[in-house]
């Protein structure tokens, strides 16, 4: 009878809490929707640049599934390439090919290289072309290794959900405690609570950026090319969005345990959509869904600085980008402490 009772006290709690049943039932199919989508998308096409005598292999190379862009020098064919336009430029010396990988993207890197192998065995009995091209990298080399490739990315996956479930649950705990409450009875303006929080919050993070991108690059040795100071600023800035979109979404959980069923929401999706699986072969709108995403921006950022040694020129918009999250998840903070007490 008493384990009876308590059962149905159980049930009865949870029939009630429709946030956490939403979740317990919804989140998981929500998931589950996205990783079907990510792994069943269609496979990568390469998009190759051909230049000069190599432009007559352009009907083969379509005939692979490759699109194929033509140049008519080899400078705008490497442009090209440097700008992320292109995942390889194809030009011809005699009759040797001589391919040049943009390098960073392995997935590229072996669709290039299978649609390579096709069209030489296509053209073999016909011509004297040398069916070993001559491989270069223009980022990267052909020893690059599975963690040199993800590790910028899961630097920034690391930081934005360590950072969100403690800033989250932390700042929960100020206010199911009361200290919150205390605070917004005094003379304080909302937005001066926020951006003592975020500062408080903001000074462990800092560390927190240090010691991982330290850890990464001085320990693991995971491929860094371009500056540390930017990976750090990089770092930061996704640490920062994180400790605001946590405190953010505290307001709308009653206990740590619904602070926690978040992450299925908020972390995974962006996980799956920051670049760890080719953007290019998933459906338009799932690539938009991305590009409102922190983590996408992040990741892009490091993956510029540390594989391609790319400068600030090709990181600022990703660093206004986040700017621009803090700044809106903040204002949003302010605004969500109104449902507290007015001031």
């Given at each position: 009878?008493?384990?009876r009772?308590?059962?149905?006290r159980?049930?009865?709690?949870?029939?009630?809490?429709?946030r956490?049943?939403?979740?317990?039932?919804?989140?998981?199919?929500?998931?589950l929707s996205?990783?079907?989508?990510?792994?069943?998308?269609?496979?990568y096409?390469?998009?190759?640049?051909?230049?000069?005598?190599?432009?007559n292999?352009?009907?083969s190379?379509?005939?692979?599934?490759?699109?194929?862009?033509?140049y008519?020098t080899?400078?705008i064919?490497?442009?090209?390439?440097?700008?992320?336009?292109?995942?390889a430029?194809?030009?011809?010396?005699?009759?040797a090919?001589q391919?040049?990988?943009?390098?960073?993207?392995p997935?590229a890197?072996?669709?290039?290289m299978?649609?390579?192998?096709?069209?030489?065995?296509?053209?073999?009995?016909?011509?004297?072309?040398?069916?070993?091209?001559?491989?270069?990298?223009?980022?990267?080399?052909?020893?690059?290794?599975t963690?040199?490739?993800f590790?910028?990315i899961?630097?920034?996956?690391?930081?934005?959900?360590?950072?969100?479930?403690?800033?989250?649950?932390?700042?929960?705990?100020?206010?199911?405690?009361?200290?919150?409450?205390?605070?917004?009875?005094?003379?304080?303006?909302?937005?001066?609570i926020v951006i003592?929080?975020?500062?408080?919050?903001?000074?462990?993070?800092?560390?927190?950026?240090?010691?991982?991108?330290?850890?990464s690059?001085?320990v693991?040795?995971?491929?860094?090319?371009?500056?540390f100071?930017?990976v750090?600023?990089m770092?930061?800035?996704?640490?920062?969005?994180?400790?605001?979109?946590g405190?953010?979404?505290?307001a709308?959980?009653?206990?740590e345990?619904?602070?926690i069923?978040?992450?299925?929401?908020?972390?995974?999706?962006?996980i799956?959509?920051?670049?760890?699986?080719?953007?290019?072969?998933?459906p338009?709108?799932?690539?938009?869904?991305?590009?409102g995403?922190?983590l996408?921006?992040g990741?892009?950022?490091?993956?510029?600085?540390?594989?391609r040694?790319?400068g600030?020129?090709?990181i600022a918009l990703?660093?206004?980008?986040?700017?621009?999250f803090?700044?809106?998840?903040?204002?949003?903070?302010v605004?969500a402490?109104r449902?507290h007490?007015?001031?």
């Amino acid at each position: 009878m008493r384990i009876r009772a308590i059962t149905l006290r159980i049930l009865q709690q949870f029939i009630h809490d429709k946030r956490t049943m939403a979740l317990m039932f919804i989140a998981p199919l929500l998931v589950l929707s996205l990783m079907s989508l990510v792994f069943n998308s269609d496979s990568y096409e390469p998009v190759i640049g051909v230049s000069g005598q190599a432009v007559n292999l352009s009907a083969s190379l379509k005939g692979h599934e490759a699109t194929v862009k033509e140049y008519s020098t080899v400078e705008i064919g490497t442009d090209a390439l440097r700008e992320g336009t292109i995942d390889a430029l194809l030009t011809l010396n005699g009759t040797a090919p001589q391919v040049v990988l943009e390098g960073s993207n392995p997935t590229a890197n072996r669709a290039v290289m299978m649609v390579l192998e096709q069209t030489s065995q296509d053209l073999l009995p016909s011509s004297g072309i040398k069916v070993q091209p001559e491989i270069s990298y223009l980022y990267g080399s052909a020893d690059m290794k599975t963690i040199d490739r993800f590790g910028p990315i899961m630097i920034g996956v690391f930081v934005f959900f360590f950072v969100f479930l403690i800033a989250g649950v932390s700042f929960l705990r100020e206010r199911t405690t009361g200290t919150l409450e205390r605070l917004l009875s005094t003379p304080l303006k909302r937005w001066e609570i926020v951006i003592g929080y975020v500062c408080g919050f903001g000074v462990f993070t800092v560390f927190q950026a240090l010691l991982i991108s330290w850890f990464s690059i001085q320990v693991l040795g995971i491929m860094m090319t371009g500056s540390f100071g930017y990976v750090m600023l990089m770092t930061l800035l996704l640490s920062m969005t994180a400790l605001t979109l946590g405190t953010l979404l505290s307001a709308f959980a009653a206990n740590e345990l619904q602070m926690i069923q978040f992450i299925p929401l908020i972390i995974v999706p962006q996980i799956f959509l920051s670049g760890l699986f080719p953007m290019d072969t998933l459906p338009v709108w799932l690539q938009r869904v991305g590009l409102g995403t922190p983590l996408y921006y992040g990741a892009d950022a490091l993956m510029n600085i540390m594989i391609r040694g790319k400068g600030w020129s090709d990181i600022a918009l990703d660093v206004y980008v986040l700017i621009g999250f803090s700044l809106l998840f903040m204002t949003l903070n302010v605004l969500a402490l109104r449902k507290h007490r007015k001031m």
